[in-house]
């Protein structure tokens, strides 16, 4: 029996990340098309994803490519067929900026880096397509966040 020393090429890992693809894939919601939206705040550590929690999934970069990245977002609604609304995370500064909501720093990021959320996309997450729970956000955090897209978009 011989054996080969050339090295066999890593899979792309990312095509198996929850939220990818499919039925349960992460996708764009156009946010004042959703219909009505009732903001709440209902985290419960239970592996779903509940409004008032960070969770990471795959989101797509706004090219709509099919390129995208595994990322946390914060999900604000839960939609009457299951599926739920969120909004992302960066960790890239947004000083300033009113498409982007400062939240500060927390578990979701290792590295402890303050983190800012994005209020001008909207995303809809399919609770088969979270990869995991990271943490909920406090309520007044959660609040700024849910303000600003009520005001944005006329949510309730």
Known sequence: MTTSSTPVPASDDSAALPGRHGPTATVEAPPRSVGTVTTTYAPDHDGDPDPGEIVWTWVPYEENDGRGKDRPVLVVARERAGTLLAVQLSSKRHNNDREWVPIGAGPW????????????????????????????????????????????????
């Open 109 to 156: 990021d290792r590295a402890g880096r303050d983190s800012w959320v994005a209020v001008d996309r909207v995303l809809r997450v399919h609770p088969a397509g979270m990869r995991r729970e990271a943490c909920a956000l406090d309520r007044g955090r959660f609040n700024l966040v849910v303000n600003r897209l009520r005001e944005r978009y006329g949510w309730r």
